[in-house]
């Protein structure tokens, strides 16, 4: 086992190449950037590639380890908390409207 694989999970080649492509996307947009007539076609493209290798590093930092803290769920974990305090209050208020009709 390496000392990447060690730190960061079983998921340290996709961060690896992500952080690649990253560079290599970054890389080229400095190029690009130094030209005279900016051709902004390729500059973008740039930009797509750089949130390409952001993206896959994303991933491989999301779902490419073990253990259950590295996941990156906490939207899914707040979304879940308001939508059930939300159903709280609604049967609170509903509950109350009934009360006030009997």
Known sequence: MSGLEEKLGPGHQQIILGLLIFAAGALWGVMLGNED???LGNLFTSAV???SGAMITLLGVSFGTDNEEDRTNDLQDA????TGMLNTLQAKVTSDKDDAEE
Do not use: C, D, Y
């Open 79 to 82: 979304i879940a908390e308001l």
């Open 49 to 51: 590639i750089m949130l």
């Open 37 to 39: 007539p900016i051709n």
